[in-house]
């Protein structure tokens, strides 16, 4: 089970985003990834293997963590990035997501 | 560039079954895990299962066990999602993917009455 906190984060732009996703046992090799997701739209993959950005990810967006406990950081808030942030477990079957963190204008 | 084509929206009574397509172009096909993922209104992502790359193992989430059959047809590569005795509760937009990696754009599937 993976539990993502908070529920809801408003902010705003500029500023910092933290995100968290804590997972009830250790995540096999950290296969821990981030999706963003947008109204009306598919989620696209952001983070893979906890840290790893994927291409064409602005720099803000990082990953880090090991074993349970991970964090999505975006370090200066763009318009586009309030959206749905899910996080998933991809180390052992089943390939839980997280409940997901609303990211708000504030 | 990787494209994976779904079909199209679906509605369908309570018991029936549905099966959804996703065509996937721009990459090998067969060597890739394909998943499905499912988005009730609303609500958050939730994974159903797995096929390997050759299509003879599958793996299921426990929820879904005894409903869902997940294949694949190399000849034209397509993967397939079959889910039966369709209750209310499995109205969702339904999303193929390429590992975690890559996604469909997603199958509205409405179940009712």
């Known amino acids: 089970v993976l539990t993502q906190s908070p529920g809801t984060l408003s902010l705003s732009p500029g500023e910092r985003a933290t995100l968290s996703c804590r997972a009830s046992q250790s995540v096999n090799n950290d296969y821990l990834a981030w999706h963003q997701q947008k109204p009306g739209q598919a989620p696209r993959l952001l983070i893979y293997?906890?840290?790893n950005t994927t291409t064409g990810i602005p720099d803000r967006f990082s990953g880090s963590g090991s074993g349970t406990d991970f964090t999505l950081t975006i370090s200066r808030l763009e318009p586009e990035d309030f959206a749905v942030y899910y996080c998933q477990q991809y180390g052992s079957t089943p390939y839980a997501f997280g409940q997901g963190t609303k990211l708000e204008i504030k | 560039q990787v494209q994976l084509v779904q079909s199209g929206a679906e509605v369908k009574k309570p018991g029936a079954s549905v099966k959804i397509s996703c065509k996937a172009s721009?990459?090998?096909?067969?060597?890739?895990?394909m998943h499905w993922v499912r988005q009730a209104p609303g609500q958050g992502l939730e994974w159903m299962g797995v096929?390997?790359?050759?299509?003879?193992?599958?793996n299921y989430a426990q929820k879904f066990q005894g409903r869902v059959t997940i294949t694949r047809e190399t000849s034209t590569s397509t993967l397939y999602m079959e889910l039966s005795g369709l209750r209310s509760e499995d109205t969702a937009v339904y999303y193929c993917?390429?590992?975690?990696?890559?996604w469909g754009q997603g199958t509205l599937v409405t179940v009712s009455s």
């Open positions: 096929i390997t790359p050759s299509g003879d193992n599958t």
């Open positions: 721009g990459y090998t096909f067969t060597n890739f895990y």
């Open positions: 993917t390429r590992s975690i990696e890559y």
């Open positions: 293997g906890a840290s």
